[in-house]
Each structure stands twice: as structure tokens, then as C-alpha cells.
């Protein structure tokens, strides 16, 4: 009888005590995956990764000129380059789930010197396209700004600020949809070998 008893909590006792992992909802380990990349362009999403770009707060406090000088310094200022193909194609899976964030973002203006007009900040969703180019380029600096053009993509804000229509994000992102799926069929190296682009067909470019 005892030995029956024994036999009936060791059954029902938690794997975790067995020695074997405990489950973990997938959907918190997607949560938990994504954050670092949210924490990219979303400035209320914060992690202990850091992050070598200026905050939303720098942005307030500097000129946008000494901004510009601090992101050009290095092409490649997160380190993409050293992530597996498969940490990179996670990271896209991620940041193609903002597209209806459409609050301001940590990102905006220029990202090279030579550019005059001014920008107001990129909204969340245009940021997490612009990072997905610059996993897939490895050079942050793959355009002159975090703006789109083409026809009827932008608008000005009534002070001279350079802003990408909702319109042409969300045009954006079916493209960068679509791309993603061939990048998937064809592997990562193969779609950057042979020059396949996010924006290809559409009248939408990079500025």
C-alpha cells in the first residue's frame, strides 16, 4: 500500500523535480525574444542590452548636427554583423510586427552629413523598417535619412519637417512582406548575394 502511494506522487510530481525543463509558454518566449529588437525603435520598451544610438531624451538635448556626427561614426553602430543568419531572420520576424505602432519612435532625421532637409522623428513602424534594412544591408547607414519617398509618400508638418505618410509605410510594409518570404525560401546569404530588395517594384525608396 505504501509503495502504491509512493508510486502515485512520483507520478504526479512536477517534471521540473524528474530533472526535466519545466514548459514555457511560447508566447512569453516570443515576448521575451523580441524586446531586445523592440527595444531598437520603441523608447518605452527598455532592456539590459543597451544601446549605442541616442535615446529619445539625447535627441531633445543635442542639435540634430552633433546627433548626425555621433551616429556616423560607425556603419555599423549595433554589431549586426556578427549575429547568425538565424539571430538576423528572427530579429526581422520581430520588427515586422510593429506596423501599427505609429507613436514616435527613438529614431529620426539624417543619418548622413550631407543631407539638409530636415525630418521630423520616424514613428515607431517606419523605425523598425529602417532597421530591418540595415540588418539586411549591415550598414546602418543604408539611406540618407529614416524618411520613404515616392509619389504621395510624404507631407510636411508646417514646420519645414520632411514626414512619410501612414500610407506609404503600410505600402511598405506589404512589400517588406512579400521580400521576406522569398528571403526565407532562398536563405540569407543566397537574397543578399543576389541584390533582392525590400522595396523592389513599388514606386517607394529609402530617401
Request: aromatic letters at 8%; one cysteine or more; charged letters at 20%.
Amino acid at each position: 500500500m505504501r509503495s502504491t502511494i509512493i508510486l502515485i506522487a512520483l507520478w504526479f510530481m512536477p517534471a521540473a523535480l524528474h530533472g526535466k525543463p519545466s514548459a514555457r509558454p511560447s508566447s512569453l518566449l516570443g515576448t521575451d525574444i523580441c524586446s531586445s529588437w523592440y527595444s531598437k525603435v520603441d523608447p518605452d520598451v527598455h532592456t539590459a542590452d543597451g544601446d549605442s544610438r541616442p535615446t529619445t531624451q539625447e535627441k531633445t538635448d543635442l542639435p540634430q548636427k552633433v546627433l548626425q556626427k555621433q551616429i556616423e561614426q560607425v556603419s555599423d553602430p549595433d554589431n549586426v554583423k556578427a549575429l547568425t543568419d538565424d539571430q538576423t531572420m528572427t530579429a526581422i520576424s520581430c520588427l515586422l510586427n510593429l506596423e501599427g505602432k505609429t507613436r514616435p519612435s527613438k529614431m529620426g532625421g539624417a543619418t548622413r552629413r550631407d543631407v539638409s532637409q530636415l525630418f521630423a522623428t520616424a514613428p515607431i513602424n517606419l523605425a523598425a523598417l529602417y532597421y530591418i534594412s540595415y540588418l539586411y544591408t549591415q550598414n546602418w547607414k543604408h539611406a540618407a535619412a529614416i524618411a520613404l519617398r515616392g509619389p504621395s509618400a510624404s507631407s510636411n508638418d508646417g514646420h519645414g519637417m520632411y514626414v512619410t505618410r501612414q500610407s506609404a509605410i503600410q505600402a511598405a510594409y506589404e512589400a517588406y512582406r512579400k521580400w521576406f518570404s522569398q528571403v526565407k525560401q532562398n536563405g540569407l546569404a543566397h537574397s543578399r548575394a543576389s541584390g533582392l530588395s525590400p522595396l523592389a517594384g513599388t514606386n517607394l525608396e529609402w530617401y
